[in-house]
Nanobody
């Protein structure tokens, strides 16, 4: 069984920064793509950024140049550094595992519980 623990959300003024963390626990052999998604109030969940096991990154156009995703494979943890935050960044941010390998099988499309980010103007 794999568990995801998210942290780092909170309330920040526009222009400020936050750093989100998501740690996967369990008997994990390896994880392919890890990513962050967000869901604004009344809208569908959207990709913010993701990163492959080799460190290749993808970003939504709205966060390019402001956010940076990284991961520590030894800790099975993915991070999202969020800079120059805007009110429109407000929403719940969810950690996602595309595919992970464990001694008892493979899991796919696995989600964390979400962490709230609120940016005031």
């Amino acid at each position: 069984q794999v568990q995801l623990a998210e942290s780092g959300g909170g309330l920040v003024q526009a222009g400020g920064s936050l750093r989100l963390s998501c740690a996967a626990s369990g008997s994990i052999i390896s994880i392919d793509v890890m990513g962050w998604y967000y869901q604004a109030p009344g809208k569908r969940r959207e990709l913010v950024a993701d990163i492959t096991s080799a460190g290749i990154t993808t970003y939504a156009d709205s966060v390019k140049g402001r956010f940076a995703i990284s991961r520590d494979n030894r800790k099975n943890t993915v991070y999202l550094q969020m800079n120059r935050l805007k009110p429109e960044d407000t929403g719940v941010y969810y950690c996602n595992i595309d595919r992970a390998y464990t001694p008892i099988g493979t899991i796919a499309d696995y989600w964390g519980q979400g962490t709230q980010v609120t940016v005031s103007s």
